[in-house]
């Protein structure tokens, strides 16, 4: 045994060792020395492509520095075994024009681009802002002058298409790279896509992203082993969002962690793209603000597996919508699976009015009138969501509905649309039957712990059932335990704690 122990330590002494051989033997390479203008008046995008392209080439890998300064880019790509650092004081400057932009197959348009890279990173305490907004318009005023036609311009919303313009970050096929430290901010789409990529680490970024529409923070699809912990979030669309464009690949083995995250849409979400679908996900310890839609939306609608889900300790204040989970079927064979889904420790605060409406770029506006939506868990006929657990969560509602505003009469609960093919989102449904939670469609669902709050009167009923087998409810707590509180509409298999049947009603 002694002997063992000896072997483990030489073993560590030995790597550590190694480890630190390799980071004296690491090159850096300052852009300085390759042209690069710190100005930010020249363009410094080949000088830092021939910087990065020289780093490459070392066999222990080596560090492309950007000392303090801003450098105007157009597209550069990363490569393996290299580091882009960013010294503090630094600011790597998109180019406003959209020709200084290119994308690698498979990608899209973006400042930073990589496919098929290993073992890189992008680190430091300096900034890179992809000067959206000036960008953005630079390509519609292309568009309406008829220099570069977006064959997919949004008429109606009088913008160009999120592809044809740049993101900050565009990462295809990468494996093994870490981005910490810096900030993120002004991209003209996306800021950033992580596209089947695997073994990845985002620790301490800071993303500022409300230049433009399709602001979303993170947009991760098709990956593996992604980590997203310690970021501070500010998006003008989605904070953060899975998504899956391949029905051949799935999004699997993804934390997110101690992040806080304000958005013009959701928070966290699972889709719209969702064609192979999402495994294996936890997200813990998530702070939330100022967001128009949902904290937590989880969304199967074109096919996709959606399992193994679990969130835990999210606060939200100030936040339109608390949890969303929808299973439809607007494209795809077959309509796909969501279920095994916990979330607990949860707590919500909901306004009457809009979240969001500081923000300079918001998201559309629900197009009709409406009272507060509850939370919902809608399947759809024939695909049913399946083991879903709640538990320990409080959300508090405004109150103030009116039934001049909208009104479904419990005795016509079916007159709520089922919006099979609909885009996903909680206001989906138009007005709904609960001012807390709406359940339709789901097999096996365990309620515990679960706290209601108003602050002022709702006419609705507090939660509503509709063709739910398997329900457990135990420890419920409600502002009117005397009136009406759980409706019940073509519900089997059902376990109420005692103290609750009172306030049942069935249909």
Known sequence: ???????????????????????????????????????????????????????????????????????????????????????????????????????????????????????????????????????????????????????KYNTRRMRPNELARPELINFFQCKGYTVSGITLKNSASWLQTIDQCEDVLYDGVTIFNRAYWNNDGFDIVDSKNITVQNCNLNTADDGICLKSHSANHFNDSITIKNCTIRSSASAIKFGTASLGGFKNVTIDSIQVYDTFRSAIAIESVDGGVIENIKVSNILAKNTGNAIFIRLGHRSGEKPGVVRNVSISNIEVEIPFGRPDIAYDVRGPEVNFFH??????????????????????????????????????????????????????????????????????????????????????????????FDQVSNLQIKKVNLPNPKSEALILKEVKDVQIADELIKQVKTY
């Open 1 to 151: 045994m002694y002997s063992n122990l000896k072997a483990i330590v030489f073993l560590g002494f030995l790597l550590i060792t190694m480890l630190v051989t390799a980071q004296k033997n690491r090159k850096t390479y300052n852009v300085l020395d390759f042209g690069a203008d710190s100005s930010g008046v020249a363009l410094s995008t080949q000088a830092i492509q021939n910087a990065i392209d020289k780093a490459t080439k070392s066999k222990e890998g080596a560090t492309v520095l950007l000392p303090k300064g801003t450098f105007l880019s157009g597209s550069i790509e990363l490569k393996s075994n290299v580091e882009l650092y960013l010294e503090d004081g630094t600011t790597l400057l998109g180019s406003t024009d959209i020709y200084q932009y290119r994308k690698i197959d498979g990608g899209n348009l973006a400042l930073l681009l990589a496919k098929g890279a290993t073992n890189f990173a992008i680190s430091g305490s300096g900034t890179i802002d992809g000067q959206g907004r000036p960008l953005a318009l630079a390509v519609d005023s292309l568009h309406h002058i008829g220099k570069r036609i977006d064959p």
């Open 371 to 464: 009272n507060p939506f509850p939370s919902s868990i809608t399947g759809i006929p024939g695909a049913q969501v399946e083991d879903v657990r709640l538990k320990n969560i409080t959300i508090t509602y405004p109150g103030r509905s009116s039934k001049a505003m909208g009104y479904v009469p419990l005795s016509r609960l079916s007159q709520v649309p089922e919006e099979v093919k609909g885009y996903p989102e909680f206001s989906m449904f138009g007005e709904l039957p609960a001012y807390g939670l709406y359940v339709r469609h789901v097999k096996g669902l365990q309620m515990k712990d679960i706290t209601f709050k108003l602050k002022e009167k709702d006419y609705r009923p507090a939660m509503v």
